[in-house]
């Protein structure tokens, strides 16, 4: 069954972010489409729950360099900084 998951990411500050946030998500397992807008910072992940959670999406992010909005998710990146550029 296809979930919709909105995240609110931090560290996104040129295309080349929503770029890596996208590749990032996509790479996971089950996520069948995501929409990243750098104006709000907000994602929008399509994926089916079978195979992926929402944990699995937010470590995704928090893998390729980039946070979640601390309201959603205590957890900060770790390794860069989040900026591509």
């Known amino acids: 069954m296809m979930q919709t998951e909105n995240l609110q990411v931090t560290g996104m500050t040129c295309g080349g972010c929503t770029s890596s ?3 990032a998500l996509m ?18 992940v399509q994926y089916d729950e079978k195979f ?5 999406l937010k470590s995704a992010v928090i893998a390729a360099g980039y946070g979640i909005d601390a309201a959603s998710y ?3 990146p770790q390794g860069k900084s989040g900026c591509c550029c």
């Open 21 to 23: 946030v996208t590749r």
């Open 27 to 44: 790479a996971v397992h089950g996520v069948n489409d995501v929409n990243a807008s750098l104006s709000t910072g907000q994602v929008t």
């Open 52 to 56: 992926a959670s929402t944990e699995q």
């Open 74 to 76: 205590a957890q900060k």
